[in-house]
Every structure is written in C-alpha cells, then in structure tokens.
C-alpha cells in the first residue's frame, strides 16, 4: 500500500499545522457565536418578562401634536 507524502517537501508540519490552526479557530468561533445567540436569547426573555407597562405604553415626556 503506498500511502501520500504527508511531509510535503519538508514543509508538512508547517503546512498541516496552518490547517489545524485555522480549523481550531473556526470551530471556536462557531461555538462562541452559538454560546452569545444562547445569552442574548436568556437575557432577552428575561428582561421581556421584568418590563414594566409604562415602558410598553410609552415614555411620559412625550409629547403629543
């Protein structure tokens, strides 16, 4: 069985190091973006639940023409 040249010239760690880094830091920041969508998502209900009515209705210095 012949397998690939993995070391690329000599230049296999340094190359195959670059792919795992990139693959680390994407899959990072899709789980960080995921993980603030979930807390916004928290914070969001939650203060939907705590809003008083006046705030709903409007603010009182408004001023009507």
């Known amino acids: 069985m012949n397998w690939p040249d993995l070391s690329m010239g000599g230049y296999g760690f340094y190359i195959w190091g670059s792919y795992a880094f990139s693959l680390i830091a994407i ?33 009182a210095n408004e001023t009507t023409s």
């Open 27 to 59: 899959v990072w920041e899709v789980v960080s973006l995921s993980q603030r969508k979930k807390a916004l998502t928290q914070q969001q209900r939650q203060s939907s639940d705590t809003v008083p009515a006046s705030v709903l209705r409007g603010s």
